[in-house]
């Protein structure tokens, strides 16, 4: 693997797009949160240059999140005041700083691929599908807005599609049309894709601004207004600037109604995180493994900060981790300059920032989508069969029109009980009739037994002829659940001897402590 140094270059590429990308992201989701817009670049910022220093990932990253925008909606209403609330996310940080230390993101290693993949798939399919009325100046959809039942008697992402067909605008059109154009020329060209001194997204988002400044100066009706830009504070003042901070209402630590606000955010924003980071790690092109401890910690460390000066929650977010793997990022250099970048920014160029057409980010958002969801993602989960490709579409078409969580949930139920009848018929695996005396059988077991794979062993074990010989083998198991340990510790005691079976154990860990079950095995 190269040296980080290495990458810098295109991580600092990589940082300017996700910068663009997650700028009217973090206002969208404070918008529709019923938060101060200030709210979610406090998040962003924080979210990019502190728990990006902390976080042991080098391509998650993090800022106010999507899924939790109904939390956050509800909680600052049903508290009563926006400073109340901000004593429930600086609770919710330490909440996560002790799941960290609990060493509780050890259950990411429990979330099953086919799951995961279904759930990229699905985010980019809403990506796309949340993208397409802002690609044609319909912009009455927050950015950051991925849920399929919308604000509104009877609205959803499919009618919102059909209402901006009506509203559509020809200058917001022309300036998507323009950017798709660059971002795909820089995929597709071998001179602009070879072309490291500026990402094809911050082109395309100057191409943009221009555009739209021409129809501007010539009083065309192609102009795209004000309300279909990117709608960032302007302090007109120093004082301006510090009031946009806010600071917790500290006496609202005693009310119970706090802690189960926060107790509901560090729950939601810490399985968001871990699913993110699992599909972070899926995704990194370096194959790296991420702490998922370490990040819990970060994040509560993070959501302490944003809490104390007045911003939202925040989690680890899919969106904009995959416009970082997708622009090129390979270290957590992308993550801290995007922040950089957004704090940057607020305090110099808001002005130019509100110049840029919403159009034109959804140009870059749209690709990301396609990447996410393309259709040689389907031929591969079609070709893994359909134990595989069964859970995959049941996990894509729950996420896209409920919710990330529900979503994952239903997935995930589908994908065990799969596993569980895939476990019961490997139970049978073992037949005595093309059992050969003297023959030696061997039980290999999997890189992670879980108590799903209990019955199989056990239908196994019970099925072995007596005098025979058993190997175990755990050389490449690096898991072994309790249960199962106990389930071949019983075995070598007392089932192997009634049968009078030779039991040989290789492979096994130290930590396992068989050799207190030892006394009719042989061990290698």
């Known amino acids: 693997m190269k040296n980080k140094s290495a990458y810098f270059k295109t991580d600092i590429q990589s940082g300017v797009v996700v910068f663009l990308v997650a700028l009217p992201l973090c206002l969208g989701i404070a918008l529709a949160s019923g938060a101060p817009l200030f709210a979610g670049i406090i ?10 220093t902390l976080s042991n990932s080098q391509l998650s990253v993090s800022g106010p999140a999507a899924g939790l925008t109904a939390i956050v909606l509800a909680a600052i209403s049903s508290l009563g005041s926006y400073e109340t609330f901000l004593m429930a996310v600086v609770l919710a940080g330490g909440l996560q700083l002790l799941l960290g230390l609990a060493k509780a993101g050890t259950i990411s290693n429990y979330f099953p691929s086919n799951v995961i993949e279904g759930m990229l798939t699905a985010i980019g399919i809403i990506i796309i599908l949340k993208q397409l009325p802002h690609a044609i100046g319909y912009d009455a959809d927050n950015e950051g807005d991925f849920f399929f039942i919308e604000k509104g008697e009877g609205h959803n992402t499919f009618s919102s599609i059909i209402d901006a067909i009506n509203y559509s605008h020809l200058g917001a059109v022309l300036v998507t049309l323009v950017s798709l154009a660059i971002l795909i020329a820089f995929n597709k060209v071998a001179f602009l894709k070879n072309l490291k001194v500026v990402p094809g997204a911050l082109v395309a988002v100057v191409a943009g601004v ?36 806010s600071r917790p209402d500290f006496a609202a630590i005693t009310k119970p109604e706090v802690w ?12 968001e995180t871990l699913l993110c980071i699992e599909a972070a790690d899926k995704l990194d092109p370096l194959k790296r493994y991420t702490n998922t401890n370490v990040e819990l910690f970060a994040q509560g460390t993070g959501n302490i900060l944003s809490g104390l000066i007045g911003g939202l929650p925040m989690t680890s977010v899919i969106v904009r981790t995959s416009a970082n793997i997708n622009s090129g990022g390979r270290t957590k250099i992308a993550a801290i300059a995007h922040g950089v970048f957004l704090l940057l920014a607020v305090l110099t160029i808001p002005t130019v920032l509100n110049k840029i057409p919403l159009a034109c980010l959804a140009a870059i958002l749209l690709m990301i989508g396609y990447k996410l969801a393309s259709p040689t993602v389907f031929r591969h989960m079609w070709k ?44 049978y695996f073992f037949k005595k009739e093309e059992y050969h005396a003297g023959e030696v059988v061997t039980l290999k077991l999997a890189q992670e037994v879980s108590f799903l794979n209990k019955a199989a062993i056990k239908q196994t074990l019970s099925h072995l002829p007596e005098n025979a010989k058993l190997v175990i083998d755990a050389s490449d198991t690096f898991y072994i659940d309790h249960d199962v340990l106990e389930l ?37």
Do not use: C, W
């Open 384 to 427: 893994n069969g359909k134990y595989q490709v069964v859970p995959f579409i049941i996990t894509v078409v729950a996420v896209v029109f409920t919710d990330l969580l529900k979503g994952v949930a239903i997935g995930l139920v589908v994908s065990i009980f799969y596993i569980l009848r895939a476990n019961l018929k490997l139970a």
């Open 488 to 524: 071949i510790r019983d075995f070598l005691n007392i089932g192997s001897k009634d049968k009078n079976i030779e039991v040989t154990l290789t492979g096994f860990k130290e930590e396992y402590r068989m050799e207190n079950a030892m006394q009719h095995v042989t061990s290698h």
């Open 210 to 245: 221009l555009l739209n400044e021409v129809f501007k100066s010539s009083g065309s009706n192609l102009a795209i207004a004000q309300e279909h830009l990117v709608n960032l504070p302007v302090p007109q003042s120093f004082s301006d600037f510090i009031g946009q901070f």
């Open 43 to 52: 998040a962003g910022v924080i979210g990019g240059i502190v728990v990006g």
């Open 260 to 271: 189960i606000v926060a107790l509901t955010i560090a729950i939601v924003a810490s399985i």
